[in-house]
């Protein structure tokens, strides 16, 4: 009866932490996307939005988009938009489902580890349910770690049973003076789950390189609690070391191999922030800060944001004070490696995963994210939770006591995360509050004038765009979004300046260059804005909004000299190709460039896919226009447009 009851347990702790889960975190399902990132990972990204094709495979595995390689995340996006489409909803889900998922993998990988089931199960709870986590699961373009956690879990899972596995095999020095009849299955399945561990790390990898430093972790749970190492002396620490690091050694090609890729990559997208604009001393001290910052909203998670900004002006006396916590609790922990392993495992897990975005090497303009203690205080939950264990073992009430006390943190975690995912229902209110919580935080100022702008408050979106600019003023973001701004309100030439301006501060930035090219467009002057475009397109060919207006000119416009419609055909062609003939705006403009090829036939067939794929969006003046261009085009005669007609920007 006790044997059966025993078997049941771990059933009932992870039908409590699914519970728990879903219940608290449901809310994000009535979320909408946010205006930071998601248009780049879903929204407004074309390779995204073809759902899954054999292309949009290919694009995830070759793309540097966002400045990041991790294909598996592109590809789980795409996933969601093909069953999905764009109801946001739904992509929260995934990403739920996901963090629900590595709940309980982390359970039941304690439980293999320890033998430990309410100890794992706290654990496991910390990690469901804390407000530091809000992030990564609210959050669909941080899908990417959701996602990586689940294979960095099933890494450890693998290789958990690959340890097992090894301690019964006859090459183990533990094993009976006649080796068992099944030996050969036990060492076949200890390959097999060797093999596992090492596919599960670089899946992990291609969704987020952050897995890094997980062979470190791996070496130290191989002291504890897998105990795979007995050290008296300094002979038996490299006898029994060695060959632990040895096995470790294809999983380390494998970090080394993904660190070199999205160095690359991050470089390459310029995402990289080069010493001479932030000095490695200034790095250090950030990241001694945020190593105890992130401690401190563990115990105290308040004034939780999307974005901190980086601070140039770091007190001495806060960073002296955050390296002698750091100091003072490495020792403390390392101190006690014997008498007490969990510290030591727990503090170098925590310490050791947060290293890839510590800041050493800063990519981007932030100080640092709640979403970076995802995996990392996993780490500190378990040196916390073992520790209270073993000093309550010996207590008459010492259980119920540590089951008081977990069930009451547990229970604050659970209040303060449904508060915090308020703030998550959509990118104006999480927008405020982070502004509320931070001072100078131009990049959060830019978000909201862009979300500000999609919803048609122009005067609002122009204040925020002003606010970015006058906290930073070589900020080029704000610049051209101001500049946008000024133009949807007709003051073309404030516009025109300002797009110049975010041009003198990055002249390779094919958004402005389009913008600009808009403006111009606009204002009549058409070479210049044809000149604007073609520039665009040299630094992105694919960019859609850049070959709709371009192709549109060399379509329409009443001056010959500026018409080529074979080359409008050609672009417009690769414009509805990229959107799989989907837009009815980009179809429309085709048809235009095929009657201005004197392919009326053609013309008239994109025109009548345009009007249906217009009806079907419930996009009644697009459906007339195209109704007025069918008769145009059925007497055979192209369409002129005024130069100056106002042009969509996107």
């Avoid at 916390?384 to 119920?400: D, K």
């Avoid at 977990?406 to 975690?413: D, T």
Wanted: net charge positive; with cysteine.
């Amino acid at each position: 009866m006790n044997r059966s009851r025993l078997n049941w347990r771990p059933l009932l702790v992870c039908l409590g932490l699914g519970v728990a889960t879903l219940a608290t975190f449901w809310p994000v399902s009535r979320s909408a996307f946010i205006g930071l990132d998601d248009p780049d990972y879903v929204k407004k990204n074309p390779q995204v939005l073809q759902g899954l094709t054999w292309r949009s495979v290919g694009w995830a595995f070759t793309t540097g988009f966002a400045s990041n390689w991790h294909p598996l995340t592109w590809i789980s996006h795409m996933v969601d938009v093909q069953l999905f489409g764009l109801k946001p909803g739904w992509h929260h889900c995934t990403s739920l489902i996901l963090h629900l998922a590595n709940t309980l993998l982390l359970f039941l990988v304690l439980r293999c580890m320890t033998g430990a089931i309410w100890r794992s199960a706290i654990v496991a709870a910390l990690f469901a349910l804390h407000p530091l986590h809000v992030e990564s699961v609210a959050w669909i373009s941080e899908r990417k770690d959701v996602l990586s956690t689940l294979f960095f879990f099933l890494t450890l899972f693998a290789y958990v049973k690959y340890v097992e596995t090894k301690v019964q095999s006859p090459k183990s020095k533990v094993q009976s003076p006649q080796p068992p009849a099944h030996a050969s299955h036990i060492t076949s399945h200890t390959s097999l789950y060797y093999l596992l561990a090492l596919v599960f790390f670089a899946l992990g990898l291609m969704s987020k390189p952050m897995l890094v430093t997980l062979p470190f972790v791996l070496l130290i749970l191989d002291y504890w609690p897998l105990r795979r190492v007995e050290i008296k002396n300094q002979k038996s620490k490299i006898k029994n070391l060695l060959p632990l690091v040895f096995e470790k050694l294809p999983f380390l090609a494998l970090s080394v191999a993904a660190s070199i890729v999205t160095f690359m990559v991050q470089r390459h997208g310029e995402a990289v922030v080069p010493v001479s604009d932030i000095p490695l001393d200034l790095r250090i001290e950030n990241a001694l800060v945020s190593y105890a910052v992130y401690l401190e909203k563990m115990v105290w998670p308040a004034g939780l944001a999307v974005y901190y900004p980086f601070s140039r002006d770091i007190a001495p006396e806060v960073t002296a004070s955050a390296a002698v916590s750091v100091l003072v609790l490495s020792l403390l922990a390392l101190l006690q490696w014997r008498q007490r392993p969990h510290l030591a495992v727990g503090w170098l897990w925590y310490l050791g995963m947060l290293v890839p975005v510590i800041g050493l090497v800063q990519v981007g303009l932030q100080a640092r994210a709640d979403r970076y203690t995802y995996v990392p205080l996993i780490g500190i939950f378990i040196a916390l939770v073992w520790e209270v264990g073993e000093r309550t073992s010996g207590w008459r009430y010492g259980r119920s006591f540590g089951a008081a006390a977990g069930a009451a943190v547990i229970a604050v975690c659970l209040v303060l995360t449904a508060r915090q995912l308020r703030f998550w229902r959509n990118s104006v209110t999480l927008f405020e509050r982070t502004l509320a919580l931070t001072t100078n935080n131009f990049v959060i100022h830019l978000d909201l004038g862009n979300t500000l702008l999609e919803q048609g408050e122009l005067a609002g979106a122009e204040k925020e765009f002003a606010e970015a600019a006058g906290i930073n003023p070589r900020y080029a973001d704000a610049q051209y979004n101001w500049g946008t701004a000024l133009a949807m309100q007709g003051k073309l030439d404030e516009a025109i300046n300002h797009f110049r301006a975010a041009l003198d501060l990055k002249p390779r930035s094919e958004d402005a260059h389009f913008l600009l090219g808009c403006a111009l467009g606009m204002k009549g002057r058409v070479p210049e804005a044809i000149e604007e475009y073609r520039t665009s397109l040299a630094l992105k060919p694919n960019q859609l909004g850049t070959l709709n207006n371009l192709v549109w000119i060399l379509a329409t416009n009443p001056d010959p000299q500026f018409r080529d419609g074979n080359e409008a055909v050609k672009l417009g062609e690769r414009l509805c190709d990229l959107t799989k003939f989907k837009q009815p705006m980009f179809v429309g403009t085709l048809a235009a460039a095929y009657a201005e090829a004197g392919r009326f036939g053609d013309a008239i067939k994109a025109s009548e896919n345009a009007k249906s794929l217009a009806a079907a969006a419930g996009n009644k003046e697009l459906v007339e226009k195209n109704m007025q261009l069918l008769e145009l085009y059925r007497t055979g005669k192209p369409y002129r447009e005024d130069p100056t007609a106002a042009k969509r920007i996107e």
